[in-house]
């Protein structure tokens, strides 16, 4: 399939020489062409440029042309870290918290994750499969093209590889990419709170050897905090990880300073992701590391917590990724748009900032950048266009309101 989409208002993210990620100051850099147009072959990005300098493609037929007057064109968002595969819902704990619980105290009494541990015991594969496939499609909507799924509510060797196993199914049904994590240490089951040394067992020699045996996850996760996991489990966990071929994330100073952004710094981590209670020594150590900083500023809004140094981290040239957190405890929402907005409004960071921390640095952050994250030749085609709007900039203005009109992911134009 061939497709030409023409007279682009805004082509937003182009790359000649494609990077791996952005950092410090350079993130205030967005490369855009003003009337411009894409060329598309298959599932990859064929050619971009000016209209001015457009020569015509002589040899395509069957072509298909899409006129985006007054619209923007976008690289899809890639959002590097969801738990978008869940049963139930958790509305009741939201309004205990406008009462006045904290996440804490709903977790101490046997709610919180493992509120959705037990809700996903009794559900079934393709229950799973169902209610995030509907989550998957509005995500798309909202125009996220990759997108990375953990696991982390199952918490025993059965239920964790059920919540794999769905998502190595949604990865044939769905058109995203899909990047799969395994979560296992998300909490200590009730079970095992006061033989936490078994259940961390468990992880290593039952769990981990199954999941690679099924081939069934790129990367290991840990909650480094308080109550969850310790930052010397958190190094076990993901090292042991690391030998079963599974690349480590961390859940890192989210709700205190914890120590899970120096482990992820140990332990090589793709990423940190959290970093609400970040301090000096943190960012001191991601300077000298390949390990990108995320922010998820959905569950820092959606619990109310005190707001990472986003600013001060860009400041002290370290790439900043966005993603949505996209979970029914702590962000229910997986609307990249929204982030977009909160990144600009609360964390002050500029639209150029956000859009290649939502692009580019997600994409490094689940290992997607050589193909996805931009608008360069020989990258997948994943883009958005959006509705008639003046600039990139009303994106993350008019939060609140989804401006995708049309989404391709893999060269495909994906009917709604
Ligand atoms: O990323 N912090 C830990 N895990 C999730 C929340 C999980 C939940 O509350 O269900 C998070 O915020
Ligand atoms: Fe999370």
């Known amino acids: 399939m061939k497709i030409l989409i023409k007279n682009i208002k805004e082509l937003v993210q182009v790359e000649d020489e494609p990077k791996l990620k952005i950092s410090g100051a350079e993130m205030k850099n967005l490369n855009c062409l003003h009337n411009a147009w894409l060329a598309i072959e298959d599932d990859k990005i064929a050619g971009f440029g000016k209209m001015d300098d457009w020569e015509g493609i002589s040899d395509w037929t069957n072509l298909t042309i899409i006129d985006a007057s007054d619209k923007i064109v976008m690289p899809s968002y890639c959002d590097s870290h969801t738990h978008i595969v869940y049963a139930g819902s958790r509305e009741g704990e939201f309004v205990d918290r406008i009462n006045g619980l904290t996440y804490e105290q709903i977790f101490e009494r046997g709610g919180g994750i493992l509120n ?13 499969v169902e209610s995030a496939l509907i989550r998957l499609n509005e995500i798309m909507w909202q125009g996220t093209g990759a997108v990375e799924i ?3 509510y199952g918490l025993s060797t059965e239920a ?13 049904l769905s058109p995203l990419t899909i990047k799969a994590t395994f979560l296992g240490a998300h909490a200590i089951p009730k079970e095992y709170q006061e033989s936490r040394r078994k259940y961390i067992d468990l992880l290593i020699n039952e769990m981990m050897p199954a999941i690679e045996k099924e081939q069934l996850a790129d990367y290991c996760d840990v909650f480094c905090e308080q109550n969850y996991f310790t930052k010397e489990e958190t190094i076990e966990i993901l090292t042991a990880g690391k030998k079963h071929g599974m690349t480590p994330k961390i859940h890192a100073e ?3 300073n914890f120590g899970g952004v120096l482990a992820g710094v140990e332990v090589e981590a793709i990423s940190v992701d959290h970093l609400e209670f970040v301090g000096d020594a943190e960012i001191k150590a991601l300077q000298n590391s390949k390990t990108m900083a995320t922010i998820l500023p959905g569950a820092a809004f959606f619990l109310g917590l005190p707001l990472p140094p986003a600013r ?10 966005v993603a949505s957190d996209f979970n029914p405890g702590s962000s229910p929402s997986g609307n990249m748009n929204l982030m977009l907005s909160l990144c600009c ?15 580019i640095n997600s994409a490094y ?12 030749v020989g990258k997948q085609a994943n883009i958005f266009i959006t509705k008639e709007i003046p600039s990139y900039a009303f994106i993350p ?7 995708v009109e049309k989404v391709i992911i893999a060269g495909k134009i994906v009917n709604g």
């Open 345 to 359: 409004v609360q964390y002050k960071m500029t639209p150029e900032e956000a859009i290649n921390a939502a692009t």
């Open 397 to 403: 203005y008019s939060f609140g309101s989804n401006l």
């Open 365 to 376: 952050a689940m290992d997607l950048s050589k193909t996805h994250g931009s608008i360069a």
């Open 160 to 172: 964790e590889l059920k919540m794999l196993r769905v998502i190595k199914k949604l990865k044939t």
């Open 116 to 128: 959705s541990a037990k809700k996903l015991s009794v559900a079934t594969e393709d229950e799973l």
């Open 150 to 152: 953990k696991s982390g």
């Open 254 to 256: 989210q709700l205190s």
């Open 312 to 321: 001060k981290m860009i400041d002290a040239g370290l790439p900043i990724a």
